[in-house]
């Protein structure tokens, strides 16, 4: 049985949870994630934030349902935090205890600074690498962090949320009144935190940045790692606010979310504009993985992974790759490749690293299907791999696909031209990732060939008999010309 | 380390191999596939079926290649089979005793008539029940398997094959000799054998198949159970046959084929026409598949799997489902409410069995990717089931890929029309779906409501808090009344 942690995140709109599985020391997988609306906060804010007896009731009820279904799944420990609702709430104590003494479970409630630490641990870890700005709209609060260098070095709690300015101004239409509120709160946020790429985190901006997705008719359907630029998502926010359920639900936004919308968009478009961001990179993780990957962490000097490692391909590798030293030797002659022949073929050499994850990668579809296992890898690697830009993810999905014998298609270009680089590099890529499949068809745990490149010419000198490798060396088209021996 | 087995096919065309992974008793799935067309009976037609030295000697180092591909794979044992070449050869003892001596491995050397018994095998077992005719055309021979009741009843051998055809007639450009050669052959076979839905084996039916599926836009990229008239594809054909390399490459025939895919159609044809067979449906799987199950189900009284078990749905069972019980629970509870209302919407008592493989399969693709996991299980589905038909499949994975809340989208019944049923109706399995998935929100082990129809209303009495349960089910959009207590 592999590891498993569940993280359950009390927050003011709903309570969550999410399960992990470890696969190895640094990679995990989410298993499960789940919430519900239970809105611990409900009649709070007009009464000094002090917690109304129905709503602990219905929270504690949904903590006891979600503690099942982490133990349906062999958890080895449950984390559970509570930010700004629970923060607020001059009588929380009776229900962490409730919980405590009913359920066995510790309820940790995390301050603002800490909640902001915890989103910005997720992101420095799980997106591609940026000196960003989080922005995490809760239903209490909004929290921001500022990573410098893959370190989180300032961090903000404002009193923005969107049950809170619902409760306390859209209810009643006092939508100026909440404009101003907005303004106000961030008068807070340092001049450190403006002109910064931003990383957007929770359940209003992961709403506002799919349904944006779906309209502009995005290719690629993984909403971690969609970037956009500020102007485009305030202009896209206009057909959202204060607009009816029926274009809410014509937009893809779920019915549970028409009631905080408002306010969300509101608190959104308003710190986007203030804080001068020239673009934003959607999270889908936040408190809760930043809250894991803490555990996870634990014993490190940092919250950072290890370089290299990427915990999402990681776990890829442990899940679906069976043969690693015949990955390894794929790797390693691509790579021998790239550095023979990327100035004749003319690719950059930012690109030897994705070459490298493509070969890694290659064979990883096999697990789903062996006919046409090309396809499956390429479809693993698009909706799997977290940490590189939604461009690299593709460039090393689209080497993967194409590896084995056709060219992308027309029609695969089209529709992914925004994010593929030229068709020339990509042809370049694809031939030596071919290349070095092709010289290892046999699947031997060295490689069977001499390789030398005159500069006009590829020598290969076969050091066995090599009838696959060769059988498939002479059918590749190459752009350069190949000697075999 | 799981259980797995390769198969080493010695065909006239090429040699091939295939690895096998058992999960369980009955469930398998692929690993590898590779040939090399090492045409071992090159040059043997005019001899008197004579194996030239050369072709030996090739033969001999691709099969210890195969051998060292096998064995990094860790494979417990090597299958080993020789079809027409070697049955041909006078000399073939020479060739098997250097195999057995230097890479101790058996060659099994079998008769036509075994052949024609391992394609039906193979097809019996993994494509969707009829009572076909199997037409296996290969290098050297051809054979024929009359399927009844999952039984094979008849089979038979016919000295026809691409290679054969290619070196005694095609490559002399003597056509319609070879025209009257196949019809002469044809004559073998019994009238028991007419009018009956074919199942095609073999590289030239998967060439021309394959050709086919691209050129009409087909919309699951599945050979193994596409199907076809034979007016479509004899008409097709004529795109093929004596056509130049370019127009073939067009087709999307690979170049390895290029020689011997005139003598290949023209075989097809000309049997189809023959056989007056009303229809074909591919088949990926043939002699090594057939071989495997052999060895798989030695220990039976019959070739056939025990009913109900699909091996290829076991296997997803075996690798996708972690919590089995729950997945059990779901089915369960998703049969009852279908045989509750299935009058009352209108459902044919036929979808019933595909509705608890929905059930069943519903959760796999969160082994991909938690976000998504429907359409990741729709993907899973489509790809890695055998054993149904193509619409079957279809419906199963279109279940599961919108059983969590939206419709199936406009732009997705346009692109699979031709194979999904009235939209009411996948609409009516769906809710059904939803209904038991919504029910078993937390992962109960049994259904935490007791429930009842009333003709006109939906009863759902719950036995447990179901906080999850019921927030889910109010937000069904639901087309008969529900009431909860």
């Known amino acids: 049985m592999a590891k498993r942690t569940a993280v359950i995140d009390i927050g003011s709109n709903s309570v969550r949870i999410v399960i992990y599985e470890k696969t190895s020391r640094y990679a995990f997988h989410l298993l499960r994630e789940d919430k519900s609306k239970v809105r611990i906060g409900e009649g709070a804010y007009k009464q000094g934030g002090m917690l109304q007896e129905a709503a602990m009731q219905r ?95 300032e961090q903000l709690s404002l009193d923005l949320g969107t049950v809170r300015l619902k409760e306390l101004f859209c209810d009643e239409g006092r939508f100026d009144d909440a404009v101003a509120y907005i303004k106000n709160a961030a008068l807070a946020i340092p ?15 992961r709403a506002v940045s799919m349904a944006y997705m779906r309209y502009i008719g995005y290719p690629i359907k993984v909403l971690h790692g969609f970037s956009y630029t500020t102007k485009a998502i305030t202009l896209f926010s206009k057909k959202i606010y204060q607009r009816p359920p029926q274009e809410l639900k014509l937009l893809g936004i779920k019915s549970e979310r028409f009631d905080v919308i408002d306010a969300g968009t509101l608190i959104y478009t308003t710190l986007l504009e203030h ?44 899940r679906y790759i069976d043969d690693l030293e015949y990955v390894k030797n794929l790797k390693r002659t691509a790579l021998e490749l790239f ?31 062996y006919y046409d296992f090309e396809r499956h890898s390429f479809y693993l690697i698009l909706h ?5 830009s939604h461009r690299e993810t ?51 745990k060295t490689l069977p060939f001499e390789v030398t490149w005159t500069g006009t010419q590829l020598h290969l000198h076969s050091l066995a008999k090599n009838h696959l490798a060769i059988e498939k060396l002479k059918r590749l088209e190459s752009p350069i010309k190949i000697i075999i021996d």
Chains 1, 2 share one sequence.
């Open 191 to 205: 001049p450190s935190y403006l002109n910064r790429p931003i990383a957007g985190i929770g359940g209003t901006i």
């Open 394 to 444: 593709l460039l090393v999905a689209t080497l993967v696909r194409y590896h084995t014998s056709k060219e992308p298609s027309e029609a695969f270009i089209q529709k992914y031209k925004t994010l593929l680089p030229k068709l020339k590099e990509i042809k370049g890529l694809i031939y030596l990732l071919a290349l070095a499949s092709s010289m290892l068809k046999a699947n031997p």
């Open 59 to 153: 929270a504690f009820e949904t903590i006891e349902e979600f503690v099942t279904i982490a133990k349906s799944y062999k958890v080895r420990k449950i984390l559970c935090v509570a930010t700004s609702a629970l923060r607020d709430a001059p009588n929380r104590d009776v229900f962490i205890k409730r919980v405590s003494s009913r359920l066995s479970l510790n309820i940790k409630v995390i301050d603002g600074a800490q909640e902001a630490q915890l989103g910005g641990i997720a992101v420095a870890n799980m997106l591609p690498p940026n000196n960003y700005v989080t922005i995490d709209i809760g239903g209490g609060s909004t929290e921001l962090a500022s990573i410098q260098n893959g370190m989180i070095v």
């Open 275 to 318: 804080l001068q961001a020239p673009e934003v990179t959607v999270s889908q993780v936040g408190v809760r993985e930043g809250r894991f990957i803490q555990d996870l962490l634990r014993h490190q000097r940092h919250m950072r992974f290890p370089t290299p490692i990427n915990p999402t391909m990681q776990s890829l590798i442990d």
């Open 384 to 388: 799997s791999i977290y940490g590189m």
């Open 339 to 369: 550095d023979l022949l990327h100035e004749k073929l003319q690719l950059p050499v930012a690109y030897r690293e994705l070459l490298g994850h493509a070969a890694t990668l290659s064979n990883i579809g096999v697990e789903l299907n």
